[in-house]
């Protein structure tokens, strides 16, 4: 496992474990899964309804002596219909209980939706409380992530975005860079889109490599400098997709995969209207 350092000092793996559409059901039992195959970084979200099964895997591995709590990095997300300083305060505190712990490694705002810059004093304040060891955000394209760290007191610590071969983001990797964020990507496999663990470039860049294309793309994003977080529930590919860290991809197969990026999403677009309507109107609780 490889580390990134923070903008404050805290150390991330640059691996970790998403739990993001895992039914409620099986969540307790792939984040154990997780731990067990090396994974020390989860990510969850209070829009994912899955944090108590999450906090009950860590209980359980913490209690079994599989690990430390100092030994795991959990990230959470503040829900659009929580944006705002007192109900982001609010919705920390019922993260916190769900999740059963005494304090977060990570706290993101979800979207840039609603009150963004009230949420962010909230989560300012919760950050030099000591409940949380850094706050980030989720989403923020480059203008809007530009202003926030133009004008907040805490420059974000992470932006988690969409990043993958198809959807590269050089530029906003550029304006993260920048201000000092890390990069963090969601959807690592762009959602099984372009038939993307069969395509071609990364089949035969994998075999060079005795690696699948699945592994060829997490490496490459971790040597972008690119924080991952893949998802299964299949234990056989959550131990497959942490098998990254024996291999270095060469500058000619960096640059071959280069060339696949479309330079748009095809999984959603934030800056349609009707998308923004929709997550403002999503409640999570009533």
């Known amino acids: 496992m490889e580390y990134s350092v923070l903008n404050n000092g805290v150390r991330i793996p640059m691996e970790g474990f998403g739990v993001f559409q895992v039914p409620e ?4 039992q792939v984040v154990s899964d997780a731990i067990d195959a090396g994974y020390r970084l989860i990510d969850t979200a209070a829009a994912y309804f899955n944090e108590e099964a999450v906090g009950k895997a860590i209980a359980k591995k913490i209690s079994d002596g599989t690990v430390c709590r100092e030994d795991l990095f959990i990230t959470t997300k503040l829900w659009v219909q929580d944006a705002g300083y007192e109900p982001a305060r609010q919705a920390f505190d019922t993260s916190m209980r769900k999740l059963g712990l005494d304090y977060l ?6 979207q840039p ?4 810059y009230g949420s962010w004093r909230a989560m300012e304040e919760l950050y030099e409380a000591g409940k949380v060891r850094a706050i980030g955000v989720s989403n923020f394209y480059p203008h809007v992530l530009t202003d926030l760290c133009l004008h907040a007191k805490v420059i974000p610590a992470v932006n988690q975005v969409e990043l993958h071969p198809f ?22 496999f762009a959602e099984g889109k ?3 663990f069969k395509h ?6 994998g075999a060079k490599y005795h690696k699948t294309p699945a592994q060829v793309i997490l490496r490459w994003n971790v040597q972008r400098g690119v924080v991952v977080i893949p998802k299964s529930v299949h234990r056989e ?15 000619a197969d960096m640059a071959e995969i280069s060339k696949l990026d479309i330079g748009h999403s095809e999984i959603v677009d934030h ?9 403002s109107g999503w409640k999570i609780h009533e």
């Open 200 to 205: 071609p470039v990364l089949v035969e860049i």
């Open 25 to 28: 059901a099986v969540t307790e």
């Open 237 to 251: 590919r959550i131990a497959e997709n942490f098998s990254i860290w024996d291999f270095v991809l060469s500058e």
């Open 105 to 110: 490694d990570l706290y993101l705002i979800h």
């Open 271 to 279: 800056f349609d209207p009707e998308f923004v309507k929709m997550i």
């Open 167 to 188: 959807f590269q983001q050089s530029d906003a990797l550029k304006v993260m860079k920048s201000f000092g964020v890390l990069p963090e990507a969601w959807g690592p």
């Open 194 to 196: 372009h038939g993307i």
């Open 113 to 116: 939706v609603g009150d963004y």
